[in-house]
């Protein structure tokens, strides 16, 4: 039986670890070819060997935050595979230096929005033309439950740059619709990621505050938002777009979590 993404081409930034690369995996299994795009080459050619080679995927050393960088990333996409179809923007960064905001000094706010959020505009505005010239495409934009409350524990440049992913996502989903492209915004909870046992690790008790407010009691898998991705790529989400779309275990729709 044909995958649910079946012969189309998916670019998917912060590809080699994570989500990015859970969501690689799905993909692949669903019949799609992937570009990755990451800065860590050594890990992105073991992903590749790992899916089987050039036929479904080929990994681009990007940095997210350079114009010239993503939209080679997307020009590679289009001339190996022959289309863009999805683009998952994923790629970000949560530094221990963004605190509150009155420890938050100016250069660890720019570092972050420029990963987190320049990098999607940029990723955005480069997917977008092939999209529109094939009448069709799926964008997904990495946004946070924080980007529709206010976090427990203060991140403030990541906060409001996750925020600012959410609303772009809205108004190109809105702006686009009759044209055949869709645009998301994936609102994870906390997930069991590189990022966040890098957290725990640093700071137990600043990590620990995060479980509390979770209702399911515990932090999600990559592959449980992977699988949320997927469902926004194929077109099973058809009527889906300029959509918050939170998967974060009852965390934004819980007053208080029980013990």
Not at 64 to 79: G, N, P
Not at 149 to 163: D, N, R
Request: net charge negative.
């Amino acid at each position: 039986m044909a995958g649910r993404i079946e012969g189309k081409t998916a670019v998917v930034t912060g590809g080699c670890s994570g989500i990015g690369l859970a969501t690689v995996r799905r993909f692949v299994e669903e019949g799609a070819r992937v570009v990755i795009g990451d800065l860590d080459s050594a890990r992105g050619k073991e992903v590749v060997e790992e899916l089987g080679g050039a036929e479904v995927a080929t990994y681009v050393q990007c940095d997210v935050t350079s114009k010239e960088d993503v939209d080679r990333l997307f020009a590679t996409a289009k001339q190996t595979y022959g289309s863009v179809d999805i683009a998952f923007n994923n790629a970000g960064i949560s530094p221990p230096e963004d605190d509150s905001i009155l420890d938050t000094d100016l250069d660890a706010w720019r570092k972050v929005q420029e990963v987190n959020l320049t990098s999607v505009y940029l990723c955005c505005k480069a997917a977008l033309p092939y999209m529109l010239d094939q009448k069709s495409g799926s964008i997904i934009n990495t946004a946070s439950f924080v980007a529709v409350m206010g976090a427990a524990t203060s991140q403030i440049s990541y906060s409001a740059s996750k925020g600012g992913v959410l609303s772009m996502s809205r108004e190109l989903g809105v702006q686009f619709a009759r044209e055949g492209v869709r645009v998301n915004a994936l609102c994870p909870g906390p997930v069991n990621t590189p990022l966040l046992q890098e957290l725990f690790a640093k700071d137990p008790e600043r990590a620990a505050r995060r479980l509390v407010h979770v209702p399911m009691g515990r932090f999600a898998e990559p592959e449980e938002m992977a699988n949320a991705v997927l469902f926004l790529a194929s077109d099973e989400s058809s009527f889906i777009t300029a959509n918050t779309f939170l998967v974060d275990g009852g965390i934004s729709g819980a007053y208080v979590t029980p013990l």
